[in-house]
């Protein structure tokens, strides 16, 4: 049970209102946070709704020093109706649990984090927008808060969970984006990193090849496995996905990359539109040489943030190569409105997928 305390301060409706009619992503949140604590020898206590607010951090905090952080995201979306709903939050629960075996943190109970979520959503329901693409995205997170610079798993842990009202991941909105190859860095080592762990080192990771990719004019960057620079794994921040003829195919799960929960639901959409599923190893000359010859017709990242974007083209330091002329396919588009269409309540949900929350 997370007991709620109001926030004396909530913004008022005209402020929130102005937040909600262009949020961006990642910008603004709303008026609560859910908290808990795990020490060794309590285990999980002090679960809580409260004010948003600043934390106060020892600056030796275990986390600032080791990173032994944990995160994820998921969204709530309002329909029509007006009651609000989550998409597959028991994947979360689960990826997280995960997360926190990989990072050495204890594992908070799913009924916590659904109970978390839930209450800070009800609680901040006249957060979640209307409308539009828009959507609360909601981002629970897990870090080491112990005072302490051995190096070992902390026995204090903080878990918090916030929520940002959001529109269009990419500035732009919804359009094709370009992908800078990484062939300098790599996102997550090999087999025994912690490449399928959703936590801020890997993210840490990314941001100099982020940084490369806008020096080129790119949105976002493709990374190659650790080992042999050869095999495609994901994106600094999304999964990916290729079209060639009837095939829809994504890298296999080999513990280097995120599960993704968007990435999983495209399997199952993908395979009910009739495509091909293939989960396997994809060699990045097979990816250029197929944008080339016009055996790959589509590319498109995907990602609860980003939902389903599509790829215009990948640039290397020699070269660009568009897909089908920098224009998003039928696949990518079908998917993508297929999967909102579900998640907004516009079509029926057949797989058991969504989840009230009031
Ligand atoms: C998400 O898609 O929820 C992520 O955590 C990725 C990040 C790029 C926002």
Redesign the pocket.
């Known amino acids: 049970m997370f007991e709620v305390h109001q926030n004396p301060q909530p913004r008022t409706e005209a402020e929130r209102a102005a937040i909600l009619a262009d949020p961006g992503?990642?910008l603004h949140f709303s008026d609560h946070m859910a908290l808990a604590t795990w020490t060794a020898d309590l285990g999980w206590h002090d679960r809580e709704v409260g004010a948003y607010r600043p934390f106060q951090l020892d600056p030796a905090s275990a986390v600032l020093h080791y990173a032994q952080e944990i995160?994820?995201?998921?969204k709530a979306y309002r329909h029509a109706n007006d009651s609000i709903w989550l998409f597959r939050p028991d994947k979360n629960a689960e990826r997280f649990a995960r997360s926190a075996a990989r990072l050495a943190l204890p594992v908070l109970p799913t009924e916590d984090f659904l109970s978390s979520i839930e209450t800070l959503v009800t609680t901040d329901q006249a957060w979640v927008p209307g409308g539009g693409e828009s959507n609360l995205?909601i981002?629970p997170f897990m870090f080491a808060n112990e005072v302490f610079l051995g190096v070992r798993p902390a026995r204090t842990v903080t878990y918090c969970c916030i929520a940002s009202p959001a529109a269009a991941?990419f500035p732009n909105g919804v359009q094709p984006v370009n992908i800078w190859l990484s062939m300098n860095y790599v996102r997550a080592a090999g087999p025994g990193g912690m490449g399928a762990a959703?936590t801020g080192g890997n993210?840490a990771a990314s941001l100099v090849a982020q940084q490369e990719a806008y020096e080129h004019g790119c949105e976002q960057v493709l990374f190659l496995d650790g080992a042999e620079r050869k095999w495609v794994e994901e994106l600094?921040?999304?999964n990916v996905y290729l079209v060639a003829g009837d095939e829809l195919i994504t890298p296999a799960l080999e513990g280097t990359i995120l599960e993704?929960v968007?990435r999983d639901s495209v399997l199952t959409l993908g395979a009910e539109r009739g495509l091909v599923i293939q989960e396997r190893r994809i060699a990045i000359d097979e990816v250029l040489d197929g944008i080339e010859s016009g055996a790959i017709t589509e590319i498109f990242a995907c990602?609860?943030?980003?939902v389903i974007n599509p790829i215009g083209s990948i640039k290397t330091a020699e070269k660009t190569y568009t897909i089908n002329g920098g224009q998003s396919g039928p696949h990518t588009d079908g998917l993508r409105s297929t999967l909102l269409d579900i998640q907004y309540g516009r079509a029926e949900d057949t797989h058991g997928w969504m989840h009230k929350v009031c």
Do not use: H, N
Not at 71 to 74: A, I, N, V, Y
Not at 303 to 306: F, I
């Open positions: 992503f990642g995160f994820e995201g998921l995205y981002r991941y959703k993210y600094g921040g999304m993704g968007t990602g609860t943030a980003a």
